[in-house]
């Protein structure tokens, strides 16, 4: 078993996030949508690359979209709900494997955002 390392997250310019989409390193993806949600000063951009990744087929990198869009949440007050609402809710009833992290997800995204998602899953 590989030893898991921690590291600050970095910020990407656009053609960095463009170059790590194009490439399709899982591990790199795993990161990219925690980074845009940190670094990104246009929520609507980093808002999309989660979204994105989010319909990949590994659930850790759609785990960590999810984590992406609470982070734009907290730093940027601003998501389109019509747009992350549905992917959300089917991660929560899909995503058995990291039901926990899209939980926190969600439950941050209301608290930052002032709504009120996933209510009859206690959220």
Same mark, same amino acid.
């Given at each position: 078993m590989s030893e898991l390392v921690y590291k600050p997250l970095e910020p990407l310019t656009n053609l960095q996030i463009k170059e790590l989409l194009e490439k399709g390193d899982e591990a790199?993806?795993?990161?990219?949508?925690?980074?845009?949600?940190?670094?990104s000063v246009n929520?609507?951009?980093?808002?999309?690359?989660?979204?994105? $990744?989010?319909?990949?087929? &590994?659930?850790?990198?759609?785990? &960590?979209?999810?984590?992406? $869009?609470?982070?734009?949440?907290? &730093?940027?007050?601003? $998501?389109?709900?019509?747009?992350v609402k549905p992917y959300l809710l089917k991660e929560l009833r899909e995503n058995v494997e990291f039901e926990w992290r899209i939980r926190d997800a969600i439950a941050d995204i209301n608290m930052f955002m002032g709504w009120n998602l996933a209510s009859k899953h206690d959220i």
């Open positions: 790199e993806l795993r990161v990219l949508p925690l980074s845009v949600g940190e670094y929520w609507k951009e980093a808002q999309d690359v989660c979204i994105k $990744l989010m319909e990949h087929h &590994n659930p850790a990198i759609r785990a &960590n979209a999810a984590l992406g $869009l609470a982070y734009i949440a907290r &730093n940027q007050r601003m $998501l389109d709900k019509r747009i």
